[in-house]
């Protein structure tokens, strides 16, 4: 079966530069989620898109911004990154099915770097 | 304030045994609860989820996990472990309004001994 698809798997950026991750989700889905897990820690959710348009934000710093595009395909980008930037980010997507129940279902991550 | 909490950082088990890795929750109203896997280097896997009906959910790999409203419980058990299961287990709540964030616990690695 399909699943989650985020690219490009390793990102490595220097202090003040700026990433952007992509996130395809699996097909029929209509929902994104990005979270943020650090080293040895829990996924931190970031921020969510549900048919294209921003349905939850997180604790995502002002630097990031990401969006959903007509093909339900998602883009976060990363502007002035810092040192405590680094983490590996991922995302998951789901089918609302109109009900806020379904699972969702997490790609492999994007572990980005920040040197 | 939404909580997941897993009190175990590390649990450790030999291979056959039955094993359990615990989580409770504080959330107001009824909770949507969740386990996920993480293997070295990989993403979360999802293994099982509650969300209403029997207590007792089972899951991929022979996981199964019971919800216990009185405790504010979710263990995850399975009757007989395998190496293969080593790995890093989160379990995670959905806040029960019309959003899909998950709140996860900080994680439990799970060793199973040969």
């Known amino acids: 079966a399909a699943g989650v698809i985020q690219s490009p798997r390793h990102l490595i950026k220097e202090k003040r530069e700026t990433a952007t991750l992509k996130c395809y989700p699996i097909?029929?889905?209509?929902?994104v989620y990005w979270y943020q897990q650090g080293p040895g820690q829990d996924p931190q959710f970031l921020i969510s898109f549900y048919e294209k348009m921003q349905s939850d934000k997180g604790s995502i710093p002002d630097r990031f911004s990401a969006q959903q595009f007509s093909d339900y395909h998602s883009e976060l980008n990363m502007s002035s990154l810092e040192l405590g930037d680094s983490a590996l980010y991922f995302c998951?997507?789901?089918?609302?099915?109109?009900?806020?129940?379904?699972?969702?279902?997490f790609g492999p991550g994007t572990r980005l770097t920040v040197l | 304030a939404q909580s997941v909490a897993q009190p175990e950082d590390q649990v450790n088990v030999a291979e056959g045994n039955p094993l359990t890795v615990k989580c409770t929750y504080s959330?107001?109203?009824?909770?949507?609860l969740f386990w996920y896997v993480q293997y070295p280097n990989r993403g979360l896997q999802f293994l099982l989820k509650y969300i209403t009906g029997d207590n007792l959910v089972k899951g991929s790999y022979g996981f199964e996990a019971e919800f216990n409203k009185s405790q504010t419980s979710f263990h995850l058990k399975k009757p007989s472990a395998l190496v293969s299961d080593s790995a890093l287990y989160f379990c995670?709540?959905?806040?029960?309004?019309?959003?899909?964030?998950?709140?996860f616990g900080t994680g439990t690695r799970l060793q199973v001994f040969p």
């Open positions: 959330v107001s109203g009824n909770p949507y």
């Open positions: 995670a709540v959905r806040v029960p309004d019309n959003t899909d964030k998950l709140i």
């Open positions: 998951a997507s789901s089918w609302s099915g109109g009900h806020f129940t379904d699972t969702q279902y």
């Open positions: 097909p029929r889905h209509d929902t």
